[in-house]
């Protein structure tokens, strides 16, 4: 519970505005991530010397399944969450629709996917080491690749992933679809 309350915490305060997720309840984001609590996902955290979460990265295998059971699961407190900011609603709705008629290239996902990876910004390094972390975990045990997700509009943090070799493989309704092999 004290994890999910740091990790919810950090999610809401730090991740980009234009994710539909840092905008999500205090409640609806601890369920989020509650789904990543088990055998086939990693949450790591990232403490400073006082023993302060600043940073975590989550991921595994299974995410986009997981990822559509919190959806399915929590669709009234979704539905709630839109109609209480009809802004936001408006402007997701018109990222949906236009995502709709864009085009989307034809790629394997990786079986092994980063959802998240979010530091409050106080000190540097954070985001280097957190993935750095997965990076050992996949070669460790022989994961060929991990990939991500990134909005196209997030330029810092696609230039940090290229920097991490990462490279882009698709473009897929307004976000680019990341893989780093081993």
Do not use: W
């Not at 601890?30 to 600043?54: A, C, G």
Request: glycine share 6%; charged share 25%.
């Amino acid at each position: 519970e004290i994890i999910l309350a740091k990790i919810t915490k950090i999610h809401r305060e730090n991740y980009p505005d234009d994710h539909i997720s840092g905008h999500l309840s205090v409640k609806l984001v601890q369920k989020y991530y509650s789904y990543f609590f088990d055998d086939l996902s990693n949450i790591e955290l990232f403490l400073d010397s006082s023993s302060d979460v600043r940073g975590f990265i989550v991921y595994g295998t299974e995410v986009p399944k997981k990822i559509g059971q919190f959806k399915s699961d929590n669709s009234v407190g979704i539905l709630y969450f839109f109609i209480s900011k009809p802004k936001l609603f408006v402007r997701f709705t018109i990222k949906k629709i236009i995502a709709l008629f864009s085009r989307m290239d034809e790629f394997v996902e990786s079986d092994f996917l980063v959802l998240s990876i979010v530091s409050d910004n106080s000190m540097k390094g954070v985001g280097s080491e957190l993935i750095d972390n997965a990076f050992e975990y996949c070669i460790k045990y022989g994961i060929p690749s991990i990939g991500l997700y990134v909005a196209c509009t997030n330029v810092k943090a696609i230039n940090f992933y290229l920097r991490k070799e990462f490279l882009v493989v698709s473009y897929c309704k307004g976000q680019f679809y990341m893989q780093k092999n081993f």
